[in-house]
């Protein structure tokens, strides 16, 4: 059960919601023998790349690598979890699903009463910024044409004004919505001396903050004129959670699926100022610093990298120090290419975004972005220049607090050669340096700060942790090796193919039951093929796929990651992973007999004889499987 849904509703809705029909809304699809092709909606593509199976009713892009269910397409394409995704799905086919406590659909229409409330607040606040003759509304829009937010941005923006004095709580009591739902929505609240419900917003400027769909789901205000706190957010909410979301994402996604870039400022008036200055890729954090969940979300979208835009005053750089929690092995050469890539760069002068953007220009910021340091190099920089360099006693300060953003990655290549540089730079012996690099102990991962702070999951699959090897980020994550990455590829593209082909499967039955799997998703999907097959010998591809992803929903998009076969038969390619899987776990078992060879007097010297003898055999048995082994293509 996912959200409260029964696993015969998520079921039904499956079926209900044909996978081409559906991704062919979004992008129109060509049929080439039984598939389907599109270009992917997920990034910025002129070759269709996107494979839709409409037997397993799966879909892979191999220009970028997502792929999964029907379920998997809307949670990406929309940025939903996976209930949300269900009910979505359910409302297209018309289909009325029953969710925890007997009662249809009653967590989606708690929430959709919730959107409703912040939908219709929106809409007053904004007709009186547009439409209140006062004093207070005049000096709103005063105040949005001075930061050069005039003209049509308002209406772009959906720009509001609070007036407060309870008003608010007057218009949506006479649109029908209840005390209860105002509160819950977080626009209204009961005052602590006389119990009333009041406006939570007074004399404010109102920015609507949404959700990626467009949806209404919280407000920022910023005072007009004196007042503390200056910005306002809203509290947490059943909608709102302001660690998981960011200003303008839902005008920002295609632009960052465009360039592959997203832009992080840190205020709304900086969103709005960049995306009408043309750079419609930025979106800022709601009060808080950046955290793994914003990153993950934003490598839904930007593929390759996100720049963080630092003010230059004491808060901005308050902020840049709390960046380099970010820092981990995904950053360097040992873990390959990362998925996405962190930058930074601080405004020069104090200014903010929308000041530099007004006095220097869009293209001036556009070349800012891009040269933005990777994040290891700024936090270094930075270091460094918090010290006086030119005396002893700040060279010695400044190379341990340079020294101290390496900690994460201290056994990397990478860390040695930055190493070298803090010492040129801080007149230090190479080796002293190393030395010292080599006895910093790692500070806890920013994933696992960000999950420790967070609250638990809701149910349902995360893709981005159940779906094995290559189906998230790098950041925040331990990172695998070249032949690591191989091996679990091959896991599942023998996966993918048993799916497609349930004959193969049995005919490989012996192999996919004595792997020893690498992936943890894949040995669980490799048994549910099994079972399903040990049931009904003769079960259609549609069934084995149904029945892995009931028992583990991320198993759609662990079936659709096997690449092309480049020609080769499904017979060859079947024989050639088999073997290749055999291979490596015999090299495995190798390993780990030589390891207890490598310490002579923990055995009896008849058993390590023997031992070794065996070693040796395996290896020469190894060797000739090895030359024997060719490519399936």
Not at 239 to 255: E, I, N, P, R, T
Not at 256 to 261: D, E, F, I, P, Y
Not at 446 to 454: F, L, P, Q, V, Y
Not at 518 to 524: C, G, K, N, T
Request: hydrophobic share 40%.
């Amino acid at each position: 059960m996912a959200g409260g849904i029964s696993e015969e509703d998520i079921q039904k809705v499956r079926e209900a919601n044909d996978l081409v029909a559906v991704i062919g809304e979004r992008s129109p699809v060509k049929q080439r023998g039984r598939d389907f092709w599109c270009c992917c909606p997920l990034h910025n593509e002129k070759t269709p790349s996107f494979k839709i199976d409409p037997a397993l009713q799966l879909w892979h892009c191999f220009g970028c690598g997502e792929g999964g269910d029907v379920f998997a397409f809307v949670m990406k394409t929309e940025d939903l979890s996976f209930p949300e995704a269900v009910r979505r799905l359910a409302e297209r086919a018309h289909i009325e699903i029953t969710e925890s406590g007997g009662r249809p659909g009653e967590g989606a229409g708690r929430k959709a009463r919730l959107k409703a409330v912040c939908a219709e607040a929106a809409e007053y606040y904004h007709a009186q910024l547009m439409r209140n003759p006062g004093p207070d509304a005049s000096a709103a829009r005063s105040y949005l044409a001075g930061r050069g937010l005039g003209g049509e941005v308002p209406k772009t923006w959906q720009l509001g004004f609070a007036p407060g004095r309870g008003s608010l709580v007057r218009h949506l009591a006479a649109a029908g919505f209840t005390a209860e739902e105002m509160q819950q929505a977080n626009v209204a609240l009961v005052g602590k001396g006389d119990g009333k419900l009041r406006d939570r917003f007074y004399n404010r400027v109102m920015f609507p903050i949404r959700d990626p769909q467009g949806d209404c789901i919280a407000f920022g205000g910023r005072v007009v004129g004196a007042g503390e706190p200056k910005y306002l957010n809203s509290q947490e909410t059943p909608l709102f959670h302001k660690s998981q979301v960011l200003y303008g994402l839902d005008k920002a996604k295609a632009a960052m699926a465009a360039t592959g870039t997203a832009v992080v400022c840190e205020g709304y008036t900086d969103v709005i100022a960049l995306h009408e200055a043309g750079m419609r890729n930025a979106v800022a954090t709601l009060g808080t610093a950046l955290t793994m969940r914003h990153i993950r979300l934003l490598s839904r979208h930007a593929r390759h990298r996100i720049v963080y835009l630092f003010d230059g005053d004491a808060a901005g750089q308050r902020a840049a120090d709390r960046a380099l929690a970010f820092i981990d092995g995904s950053m360097t050469p040992e873990a390959g290419k990362s998925r996405i890539e962190l930058a930074a760069v601080t405004l020069p002068d104090d200014l903010d975004p929308a000041e530099f953007v007004g006095l220097r220009g869009a293209d001036e910021l556009k070349r800012l972005v891009e040269r933005a340091q990777p994040l290891l190099a700024y936090g270094i920089e930075r270091r460094l220049a918090n010290h006086d360099l030119s005396r002893p006693e700040g060279r010695a300060v400044a190379l341990t607090d340079a020294l101290s953003v390496l900690a994460p990655i201290k056994d990397s290549m990478l860390a040695k050669d930055y190493a070298v540089q803090i010492a040129s730079r801080c007149r230090a012996r190479e080796e002293d340096v190393l030395a010292e690099l080599a006895q910093l102990k790692p500070p806890r991962p920013a994933a696992e700060e960000d999950a420790a702070s967070a609250p638990p999951a809701a149910a349902g699959p995360s893709f981005a942790t159940q779906g094995g090897e290559g189906t998230a980020p790098a950041l925040g994550r331990g990172t695998l090796s070249s032949a690591e990455r191989s091996r679990r590829r091959f896991e599942r593209q023998l996966l993918a193919l048993a799916a497609r082909r349930p004959d193969l499967a049995l005919a490989h039955a012996d192999a996919l039951a004595q792997t020893q799997w690498h992936d943890r998703a894949s040995a669980e999907v490799a048994q549910s093929v099994l079972d399903t097959l040990a049931d009904d010998p003769a079960a259609p591809p549609a069934r084995i796929v149904t029945d892995a992803a009931r028992r583990l929903p991320a198993a759609a998009n662990l079936l659709t990651a096997g690449a092309p076969s480049g020609g080769a038969s499904d017979e060859r390619l079947a024989a050639f992973l088999v073997e290749e899987l055999s291979i490596g776990d015999a090299e495995d078992a190798v390993a780990a007999l030589r390891a207890q060879l490598a310490d002579p007097a923990r055995l009896p010297a008849d058993e390590y004889e023997m031992l070794f003898e065996t070693v040796a055999a395996m290896q020469k048995d190894l060797a000739r499987r090895r030359a024997a082994h060719k490519p399936a293509g």
